[in-house]
């Protein structure tokens, strides 16, 4: 089975420094991952995804994210915030027999600070 | 292209009643895939229906059923409401089944309160 863990549940930040966002992930297979953000009251958008290839992804809004096989992860991170990025993110897992689903971390607020 | 829409907004529903919730697919797209977004957790899948079949299902009881119709919309019914339902559910719509070809794109959600 796989399973994803975010461990900061908040991250607090002010704007224009750097974030960086932590995934962790447990799987016995080969893994998708993505990085989905949340607006106030809307639905999931996607970030980015990896699939397979590069392990530096790059996606919208200057957001990036590293897979890192030896350490299971898949940090997401922008070199400069702004106030609009204010939202909550989301990692996600999709892998072997169950490529027909996300498994969710529990995510993670970021606030970014004037 | 209009995107995925679910309605309602909002409800308001007793414990014990049934519910159903309502998704209409983006333009083109011939799957949908619901999750349960409880206050604070990440989304957890329900079930997928592709081609109007149930394609895969998530640690739901069976009182959580739904459809998808010829159109590919779709819908989420759930009876025997528990307060434990209270959550935010989203429905994702995309070209296949398949996360590794295709995008999920979410609609806005559906909040429901048991009371």
């Known amino acids: 089975a796989q399973s994803v863990t975010q461990l900061d549940s908040q991250v607090p930040v002010f704007e224009e420094a750097p974030v960086e966002l932590r995934c962790n992930y447990s799987s016995s297979v080969s893994v998708y991952l993505f990085w989905y953000v949340q607006y106030p009251n809307q639905g999931l958008q996607l970030l980015l995804k990896y699939l397979s290839g590069s392990t530096l992804v790059k996606g919208i809004n200057g957001f990036e994210a590293e897979f890192n096989k030896s350490q299971t992860s898949f940090h997401l991170r922008k070199p400069s915030v702004h106030i609009s990025d204010t939202a909550e993110y989301f990692c996600?897992?999709?892998?072997?027999?169950?490529?027909?689903?996300?498994?969710f971390g529990t995510g993670t607020r970021l606030k970014v600070l004037a | 292209e209009t995107g995925v829409t679910q309605s309602p907004t909002h409800l308001i529903k007793t414990r014990g009643q049934q519910v159903t919730l309502r998704c209409s697919s983006q333009s083109g797209h011939n799957t949908v895939s619901w999750y349960q977004q409880a206050l604070g957790q990440g989304p957890q899948f329900i079930f997928q229906y592709y081609r109007e079949e149930e394609n895969g299902r998530g640690n739901f009881p069976p009182r959580f059923s739904g459809l998808q119709f010829p159109n590919y919309s779709s819908e989420l019914n759930v009876n025997a409401l528990e307060l434990d339902d209270s959550a935010l559910y989203l429905c994702?719509?995309?070209?296949?089944?398949?996360?590794?070809?295709?995008?999920?794109?979410f609609g806005q959600g559906t909040r429901l309160t048991v009371v």
């Open positions: 996600a897992v999709s892998a072997g027999s169950g490529t027909y689903k996300y498994i």
């Open positions: 994702a719509s995309s070209l296949g089944p398949s996360t590794q070809n295709t995008e999920a794109f």
